[in-house]
């Protein structure tokens, strides 16, 4: 695709239910990373994939996170049994691979717990 | 770990030059990126230095010394529009090219 795609771009959800995002990243791109950014706070890294290596999960903050992805496209990010605490915007990005440094991010999913 | 430190705030002034530090620490450092990002907007890739030295893209500059572990992003002839939070990320070589994002600065420009 032209861009990197998240879907959806907002989501309500009640206080213990699980929630599902999307990230579509660029065709091609071998590298994908999600981030999680509260209200004018920084980026949180959360999972970082690098094609058929073991994804780098360390930014996890709870078990009650996972995420997956579908050899080098589409990578969902699972939150169960959500908090208030959630809420914020989840941002998703994708890298050619190599020596390229650029990252292209997608629009973010905003999550709010209610 | 990783740790990167950048101001919180900047305030500067329309057509002056404006420099956003950024001290970093890492048990892998390959490189160091600056990204934009406006409010509600997505981050955008701004510059990247992997070697020590001066890298210039139009009004935009960003230096890097790995030597002191600190980088800077330099923004000359500034214009409203270059109000935004401002981050440097560390590509991390021990995590396979993973990066890590500073915490950011808000840069505001007024007239």
């Known amino acids: 695709g032209a861009g990197v795609s998240q879907s959806p771009s907002n989501k309500v959800t009640e206080k213990g239910k699980d929630v599902e995002l999307r990230c579509d990243p660029i065709?091609?791109?071998?590298?994908l990373y999600w981030y999680r950014q509260r209200l004018g706070q920084g980026l949180e890294f959360l999972i970082y994939f690098q094609g058929n290596s073991a994804p780098d999960k360390s930014g996890l903050p709870s078990d009650r996170f996972s995420a997956e992805r579908t050899g080098e496209s589409v990578s969902t990010l699972t939150i169960q049994r959500t908090q208030q605490e959630d809420s914020a915007v989840y941002l998703c990005?994708?890298?050619?691979?190599?020596?390229?440094?650029?990252?292209?991010f997608g629009q973010g999913t905003r999550l709010t717990v209610v | 770990g990783q740790s990167l430190e950048q101001p919180s705030e900047v305030t500067a002034v329309e057509g002056a030059i404006v420099q956003i530090n950024c001290t970093y620490q890492?048990?892998?450092?390959?490189?160091l990126s600056w990204y934009q990002q406006h409010d509600g907007g997505a981050p955008t890739f701004l510059s990247y230095n992997a070697l020590d030295g001066l890298e210039e893209t139009g009004r935009f500059s960003s230096f890097l010394s790995r030597s002191d572990s600190y980088g800077y992003l330099l923004l000359q002839e500034l214009q409203m529009k270059d109000s935004a939070s401002y981050f440097c990320a560390v590509r991390d070589q021990t995590g396979a090219n993973n990066l890590f994002f500073g915490t950011g600065t808000r840069l505001t420009v007024i007239p």
């Open positions: 990005a994708s890298r050619r691979g190599g020596q390229i440094a650029e990252a292209f």
């Open positions: 065709s091609g791109h071998t590298a």
């Open positions: 890492t048990s892998g450092f390959y490189g």
